[in-house]
């Protein structure tokens, strides 16, 4: 079953402006260990082509919009980031793609555990195989 589900973050303002803060297992449902975030992306590329084994994330267009496709082996669902306080949170084993970023994205990502490249499946097909394997075994 795909985890994949849009989080809306408590805004705080007034006539100064907007503050969103994101507490680890408070307001992300994870410990975060590591926080990046992708920018300049050009017109008409697309990223992330790969999935996770077990890394949770949540996505954040904190700045312009930007599509998230996500995919379980099974169905898929596209998601629009567009509101800096609205996340996207994606559990564990599911192909993501991002794309049609607007010039001004900020795509900024909280994730559950530092960069470790065994924990990515970067190619599809091994993922449909990942997932085809799992799905038997239940």
Avoid at 46 to 64: D, M, N, P, S, T
């Amino acid at each position: 079953m795909m985890d994949v589900r849009k989080i809306t973050f408590q805004q705080h303002g007034d006539e100064r402006g907007q503050l969103v803060a994101i507490e680890e297992l408070l307001d992300a449902p994870f410990e975060f260990k590591r926080i990046y975030f992708m920018y300049d992306t050009k017109n008409g590329v697309r990223r992330g082509y790969h999935a996770h084994r077990k890394l949770k994330q949540i996505l954040f267009c904190v700045h312009g919009n930007c599509k998230i496709h996500v995919d379980d082996g099974e169905r898929t669902c596209e998601y629009l980031l567009n509101k800096p306080y609205e996340g996207l949170f994606i559990d564990g084993l599911i192909w993501r793609e991002m794309y049609d970023f607007s010039e001004d994205a900020v795509l900024m990502v909280i994730a559950s555990d530092f960069y470790n490249e065994r924990d990515y499946i970067r190619d599809y097909d091994k993922f449909k195989e990942v997932v085809s394997k799992l799905h038997d075994t239940n």
